[in-house]
T-cell receptor
Framework: SAVISQKPSRDICQRGTSLTIQCQVD?????MFWYRQQPGQSLTLIAT?????????ESGFVIDKFPISRPNLTFSTLTVSNMSPEDSSIYLC????????????FGPGTRLTVL | DQQVKQNSPSLSVQEGRISILNCDYT??????FLWYKKYPAEGPTFLIS?????DKNEDGRFTVFLNKSAKHLSLHIVPSQPGDSAVYFCAPIPFTGANSKLTFGKGITLSVRP
């Protein structure tokens, strides 16, 4: 399985600011995913990030609020813009392992608290 | 619209006994069903999966059963160990090729008492 790291592991931010979360994979992957887990809730997919194309966002998530970059096959960033306390969540990136594999492997997550 | 339901938010079992974690779904398009385990401050870890063409898949202490007509699956852990204490997520997927979207249930917190 791929080894996935995320930076930062946690942060406390002020309302109205932005935070960029980095996701690094130790192997090349076609698609990366960004999820959010709000307190007491399940994991919700924010967007799917392809290298070389625009990210595909799920219903309820927009590019202006969660811009994503995918500059190469091992790296992606998610920015949480103009933050409010409602954005306090764990943000996780995940990757698939190939065409015939259904499993996704997750990074350790970034715990964000917005004051 | 909650497509994946894990109606029991928590479960406590004695070490050595069986743990049974249930999951119900509504979307008949789901082809694969994955279980993930999550410890605090870590990302989810893939545990076991089952294809919709099977009704059972076993891997060591972990067995997943699928009842497609009832849209119900369950994860059995036997014997349960204290290290199994974690949150367990059911995550079905429609297999439209690799890297399809996972839909997670809310999770079940399993506590295994020594």
């Amino acid at each position: 399985s791929a080894v996935i790291s995320q930076k930062p592991s946690r942060d406390i931010c002020q309302r109205g600011t932005s935070l960029t979360i980095q996701c690094q994979v130790d192997s090349q992957v076609t698609m990366m995913f960004w999820y959010r887990q709000q307190p007491g809730q399940s994991l919700t997919l924010i967007a799917t990030a392809n290298q070389g194309s625009e990210a595909t966002y799920e219903s309820g998530f927009v590019i202006d609020k969660f811009p994503i970059s995918r500059p190469n096959l091992t790296f992606s960033t998610l920015t949480v813009s103009n933050m409010s306390p409602e954005d306090s969540s764990i943000y996780l990136c995940s990757v698939g392992q190939g065409f015939l594999s259904v499993e996704q492997f997750f990074g350790p997550g970034t715990r964000l608290t917005v004051l | 619209d909650q497509q994946v339901k894990q109606n029991s938010p928590s479960l406590s079992v004695q070490e050595g006994r069986i743990s049974i974690l249930n999951c119900d779904y509504t979307n008949s398009m789901f082809d694969y069903f994955l279980w993930y385990k999550k410890y605090p401050a870590e990302g989810p870890t893939f545990l076991i999966s089952i294809s919709s063409i099977k009704d059972k898949n076993e891997d060591g202490r972990f067995t997943v059963f699928l009842n497609k007509s009832a849209k119900h699956l369950s994860l059995h852990i036997v014997p349960s160990q204290p290290g199994d204490s974690a949150v367990y997520f059911c995550a079905p997927i429609p297999f439209t090729g690799a890297n399809s979207k996972l839909t997670f249930g809310k999770g079940i917190t399993l506590s295994v008492r020594p």
